[in-house]
């Protein structure tokens, strides 16, 4: 399973960093994916790693907005931005995504609220 | 805008058939068998329901079924029952950097 960590409120121009800890399965050798829900733009897939060597992907949207990283050790992937904008509101999940030559978000995180306001 | 284009909602009533579309193009859907579907209920996380447009993950319902033809793929739910009502989101592989996009999500109502 996927246990992300809780919602987050902060400040426009501030830094976050949020986490998706796999259990129950070899976390190194499955990609992980953060998606973004937006009642705009609804589901929206930004970025995947694979932690077993960190080969990242990401989606030309949010390219340079955010970093994906994991660590081995503790079977957890996060998701970072560095100055956030109130247009990156909204609910962050995490999920196991099969790659080549499938292609699907298998299990999924309970999801992490992000609320950026002034 | 989402890149594949689904009906913002569909309703049927308990027993009954639905179908919900997901059009894309000839570059997406049209030229991958790489279609999934998800059920989302309100305040809960997607779940997985059709995986490379046919194929059910174990644990889910034979009432729900998958199939595509050219840029449309299609979700089908058989014999509707009330825990069904849900919003679904179709995904498809794309190809390129974008990898996958999802459609903009149907809301079904069970009457």
Same mark, same amino acid.
């Given at each position: @399973?996927?246990?992300?960590?809780?919602?987050?409120?902060?400040?426009?121009?501030?830094?976050?960093?949020?986490?998706?800890?796999?259990?129950? #399965?070899?976390?190194?050798?499955?990609?992980?994916?953060?998606?973004?829900q937006?009642?705009?733009?609804?589901?929206?897939?930004?970025?995947?790693?694979?932690?077993?060597?960190?080969? !990242? %992907?990401?989606?030309?949207?949010? @390219?340079?907005?955010?970093?994906?990283?994991?660590?081995?050790?503790?079977?957890?992937? #996060?998701?970072?931005?560095?100055?956030?904008?109130?247009?990156?509101?909204?609910m962050?999940y995490?999920? +196991?995504?099969?790659?080549?030559?499938?292609? #699907?978000?298998?299990?999924w995180g309970q999801g992490?609220?992000?609320?950026?306001?002034? | 805008?989402?890149? $594949?284009?689904?009906?913002?909602?569909?309703?049927?009533?308990?027993?009954?058939?639905? !179908?919900?579309?997901?059009?894309?193009?000839?570059?997406?859907?049209?030229?991958?068998?790489?279609?999934?579907?998800y059920q989302q209920h309100p305040g809960k996380a997607p779940k997985l329901?059709?995986?490379?447009?046919?194929?059910?993950?174990?644990?889910?319902?034979? %009432?729900?079924?998958?199939?595509?033809?050219?840029? !449309?793929?299609?979700?089908?739910?058989?014999? $509707? @029952?009330?825990e069904?009502e849900a919003d679904?989101y179709?995904?498809?592989?794309?190809?390129?950097?974008? +990898?996958?996009?999802?459609?903009?999500?149907? %809301?079904? !109502?069970? $009457?």
């Amino acid at each position: @399973q996927l246990v992300q960590s809780g919602a987050e409120v902060k400040k426009p121009g501030e830094s976050l960093k949020i986490s998706c800890k796999g259990s129950g #399965y070899n976390f190194p050798n499955f990609w992980i994916a953060w998606v973004r829900q937006t009642p705009g733009k609804g589901l929206e897939w930004m970025a995947s790693i694979f932690p077993d060597n960190s080969q !990242t %992907r990401y989606s030309p949207s949010f @390219q340079g907005q955010v970093t994906i990283s994991a660590d081995k050790s503790t079977s957890t992937a #996060y998701l970072q931005w560095h100055s956030l904008k109130a247009s990156d509101t909204g609910m962050f999940y995490c999920a +196991i995504l099969w790659m080549a030559p499938n292609y #699907y978000f298998d299990v999924w995180g309970q999801g992490t609220l992000v609320t950026v306001s002034s | 805008q989402s890149a $594949l284009t689904q009906p913002a909602s569909v309703s049927g009533s308990p027993g009954q058939s639905v !179908t919900i579309s997901c059009t894309g193009t000839s570059t997406d859907v049209g030229s991958y068998s790489l279609v999934s579907w998800y059920q989302q209920h309100p305040g809960k996380a997607p779940k997985l329901m059709i995986f490379m447009v046919t194929k059910r993950p174990s644990g889910v319902s034979s %009432r729900f079924s998958g199939s595509k033809s050219g840029n !449309t793929a299609s979700l089908t739910i058989s014999g $509707l @029952q009330p825990e069904d009502e849900a919003d679904y989101y179709c995904c498809s592989y794309v190809g390129g950097t974008t +990898i996958v996009a999802f459609g903009g999500g149907t %809301r079904l !109502t069970v $009457l």
